[in-house]
């Protein structure tokens, strides 16, 4: 089932989604102790976890992190959520290999960036 599209790519329901905040700044601790905050921008961060993916459809994926351009993710299955042609940075994570099954990798986690 189609849950979202990915830079012209679909993907399937995800076994974990979550959506985290990254704050774009520093932090500076002056030689009183005091903490300052300079913040730039805070921009959203998205994480896709499967349990198990396809080698195709991984294929597909990476094949969008080593362009290293962004690339529009909408879910499409708006039920749970509504993020809608959000321009995003594909990182993927570590991942496993499933043994006797070279068709199919295990612990798929892709991370999404949210751009400008």
């Not at 993710?73 to 039920?79: A, I, L, N, Q």
């Amino acid at each position: 089932m189609s849950w979202a599209t990915l830079g012209g790519v679909t993907l399937d329901n995800p076994n974990g989604f979550r959506e985290a905040n990254e704050m774009l700044g520093a932090d500076t601790v002056t030689l009183s102790g005091k903490v300052r905050r300079s913040v730039r921008a805070v921009k959203r961060v998205w994480i896709i976890n499967y349990t198990y993916m396809s080698a195709a459809d991984y294929d597909n994926l990476y094949n969008l992190y080593e362009l290293g351009n962004p690339v529009v993710f909408t879910v499409v299955d708006s039920s749970k959520v509504d993020i809608q042609d959000r321009s995003v940075f594909v990182d993927i994570d570590a991942r496993s290999f499933v043994a006797g099954n070279p068709n199919y990798l295990a612990n798929v986690a892709i991370t999404l960036r949210e751009e400008g």
